[in-house]
């Protein structure tokens, strides 16, 4: 008999593999009603196309204002047009690691810890902070031509003078008072002013007040913190944050207004407790309909993805000197309609693109790993299997692999503790042209718990819209 295999998923590795171990490295889904209900199809997420090659140092920021994108390279600060013209701007003193960044309009701030710098976009003058009332800051936002940071270590909010971000006042702060944890990060939404704490969060507004201006909104207090400098974004009229509680850790939360609910999957939690959260980072952006909550934790080497269009997880992964690491993409910006990345390893800056289908030369490898198959522990022949993959979509000149684009597949019968040899197969795709190819593997054998694997590295579209089994049950 035909049975369907639920071959379109999200990440769900479960900390037992006859739960689950589904993987979902570089596809993403995307809905396909005219498929059926709730019926969901592959893609390969977007590749890299290399825009501008700046030099040896780790992106450390991209900041688009106005027709350019502002970039910190290592200790670098340099502005780019459209067009790709670079001017170097300055240096800051440190080469590594997030910083913050923010515009009131006529000038940039830029803060690391206990040092800022300040862009003047007429003067075009690049100068440090030396106010002695300037208290550092990890972070820095701005609302109503003030820029506001925290001073690190402790509670504290200091605020800028209006329009001014090399001036400071010494008594121009307060105190998130609600709970007695140390601010972690802050972040603005819709002019509301979000302190994330070790434990709690706060909303705070402009009163309009004389010395200090800024105060908690009544009733605003959210009982979840945050555990990472830069591990928070917004998108679509939500902030996001990587927190925790006083009852445990490891959870990613989104707020719509002011009421905070969990996003992340009971096996994203577990995959975010085994990784060092203290540099993990957020961006976020929209792309062909689908808004992208990127986490990355350096440390840890992994990168996982929230599409919030969809509500459904999946990781990225980048092939760096032939070594499977985190996604490469350290931040994001928006120039003229392109979505610019930057590159931690090499100083490249890119063009990220749905029909680029490697990154910068070096292969895109997606993985789909599908969930357990099971029927009560009966044994399960399986005659044949079917993925439905978009053919034609090879190149007419290139690598052999692109022209004629093969991937791997391969098969367990233990629940994904073990796998067969992989097979080189065309699984549907084909040369181009050729339309009516279908992917099809023979003879997998008898087993109980049966888990497919889908691996494709060939520099070609990618879309995967379900797979079927000639299968019959051993009562």
Not at 3 to 18: K, N, R, T
Not at 100 to 122: A, H, K, M, Q, R
Not at 299 to 325: A, C, E, F, K, P
Not at 380 to 401: A, F, H, S, Y
Request: with cysteine.
């Amino acid at each position: 008999m035909k049975i369907e295999i639920p071959f379109c998923g999200h990440a769900y590795e479960s900390e037992s593999v006859l739960i689950s171990s589904q993987s979902c490295n570089n596809f993403y889904l995307r809905p396909y009603p005219e498929l059926g209900e709730n019926r969901m199809a592959l893609f390969g997420t977007p590749g890299l196309e290399l825009w501008i090659a700046l030099g040896a140092g780790e992106i450390r920021a991209l900041f688009s204002y106005g027709s350019y994108i502002y970039v910190v390279r290592g200790n670098n600060f340099q502005r780019i047009n459209a067009a790709g013209d670079v001017t170097n701007i300055g240096t800051i003193n440190n080469s590594s690691g997030q910083i913050g960044i923010e515009s009131n309009g006529l000038d940039i701030t830029i803060v690391g810890g206990g040092w800022g710098y300040v862009y003047d976009l007429t003067t075009e003058v690049f100068v440090e902070i030396t106010d002695e009332d300037f208290p550092g800051g990890n972070n820095i936002i701005q609302t109503d031509g003030y820029y506001l940071v925290n001073k690190p270590g402790t509670g504290q909010i200091w605020r800028s003078d209006w329009n001014d971000g090399l001036s400071w006042h010494g008594l121009a702060f307060s105190t998130a008072g609600g709970d007695p944890d140390n601010i972690v990060s802050i972040i603005v939404d819709h002019r509301d002013i979000w302190i994330i704490g070790e434990y709690s969060t706060e909303i705070w507004y402009n009163t309009g007040a004389e010395t200090f201006n800024f105060a908690r909104i009544e009733g605003a207090f959210i009982e979840q913190g945050g555990t990472s400098l830069h591990a928070r974004t917004k998108a679509n009229n939500a902030v996001y944050w990587l927190g925790q509680d006083r009852l445990g850790v490891a959870q990613v939360f989104q707020a719509v207004g002011r009421q905070p609910k969990t996003v992340s999957t009971f096996p994203i939690s577990r995959i975010i407790s085994q990784c060092d959260q203290s540099d993990a980072f957020m961006f976020s952006y929209q792309q062909a309909g689908h808004t992208h909550i990127v986490l990355t934790f350096p440390s840890s080497d992994v990168t996982l993805v929230y599409d919030s269009t969809i509500g459904m997880w999946h990781q990225r992964s980048s092939l760096i000197n032939g070594v499977t690491r985190r996604w490469r993409v350290n931040s994001h910006a928006l120039l003229a309609g392109d979505h610019i990345v930057g590159d931690y390893v090499n100083g490249k800056l890119y063009k990220l693109k749905t029909n680029v289908y490697d990154e910068d030369g070096d292969p895109m490898v997606a993985t789909r790993v599908t969930p357990v198959i099971r029927s009560k522990q009966n044994k399960i022949t399986i005659d044949e299997v079917e993925l439905v993959i978009e053919p034609g979509v090879g190149l007419i000149t290139g690598n052999n692999e692109d022209v004629d684009p093969q991937a791997q597949f391969s098969w367990s019968k233990d629940g994904g503790r073990t796998w067969s040899a992989e097979l080189n197969v065309s699984l549907g795709m084909g040369e181009i042209g050729e339309y009516e190819n279908v992917a099809k593997v023979w003879q997998l054998g008898q087993g109980t718990n049966w888990v497919f694997k889908c691996v494709i590295s060939a520099a070609v579209k990618r879309v995967i819209l379900g797979a079927t089994m000639e299968a019959e049950e051993d009562a």
